[in-house]
């Protein structure tokens, strides 16, 4: 019989654990435990509150549908999605190599695929925007024939997931690079957009006194046999949200501003947006990153 004390809870709770076979999972769940009860301590958590945590994580889980993902959309307002993401990011991708951004609970396999020079606003309308660049390698060599998935919102800040008819694939596309790695595609010019915010975690994100808003970008999929695969998203530099991103998506080297006139722009009449992709080499067979299967996981909007 042990009479514990506030300090050594957390070394018998650990003890019972200690013979977890799986020595990654006893490594984690040690430090979750010393992480948790140190915040228990640190901010000397009641009864009360900790039932009303509770709660709010039985209100996560029951928001979760096979096409909406409460608790990934939890991990992503509170940080903790791209700080995953980073770490797997800064572990193999080669310095020179375009910086990941987060996968979102948007992207859909098998979306049509379009011609360079084509456009993947099929049915949407608004301001066109011309993309272009090349896929390299982290030395700069063109990879050849690289795919290019890419999808957004269109001019209303709607996926086609949240249109009333979610069956119609618009906003998305892939792409093949040429043999120089050279592509160019036409798409309409994004919207800023609210998280979903008709569930406990819009209910917490109101109650922080926070907007709920991503700033206006195109997500981007780059793959091609031997590189790392690239998730990221390029993100509009006017948009009024750049600087406070609900769920941490931006960094500087993804921020991009269209302009006319680009003597490079195989349209230079039209707005453009020229952006270059480095893959790095997949040294590791790839890895999985926060949401990385999230085809069937959708919020309903
Ligand atoms: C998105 O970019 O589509 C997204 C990412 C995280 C949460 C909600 C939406
Ligand atoms: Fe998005």
Known sequence: MQDLDVNQITDAAIAQMANTPDPRMREIMDAAIRHLHDFAREVKLKPEEWLQGIAFMTAVGQMCTPYRQEFILLSDVLGLSRLVNVMHDASGREPEGTEASLLGPFFREA???????????????????????????????????????????????????????????????????????????????????????????????????????????????????????????????????IDSDTVFGVSSSLVVTPATGMADSPAPAMPSIRYDFALSRDDEGGGGRVGSDPSKLVPAG
């Open 111 to 241: 979306a049509p695929v379009v011609p360079l020079g084509g456009t993947i606003a099929h049915h949407a309308k608004g301001p066109e925007v011309m993309m272009f660049g090349q896929v390299v390698d982290a030395a700069g060599k063109p990879v050849p024939h690289a795919w290019i998935d890419a999808w957004q919102t269109d001019a209303e800040g709607l996926y086609d997931l949240q249109a009333n008819n979610p069956e119609v694939m618009d906003m998305r596309g892939r792409v093949q690079c040429d043999e120089q790695g050279r592509y160019h595609v036409r798409t309409l010019k994004p919207l800023g957009y609210s998280i979903p915010m008709d569930g406990p975690v819009g209910t917490m994100v109101k109650l922080q006194n926070r907007h709920g808003m991503r700033p206006a970008h195109i997500h981007i999929l780059v793959s091609a046999p031997g590189y790392r695969e690239l998730v990221t998203a390029l993100y509009l530099g006017d948009d009024p949200n």
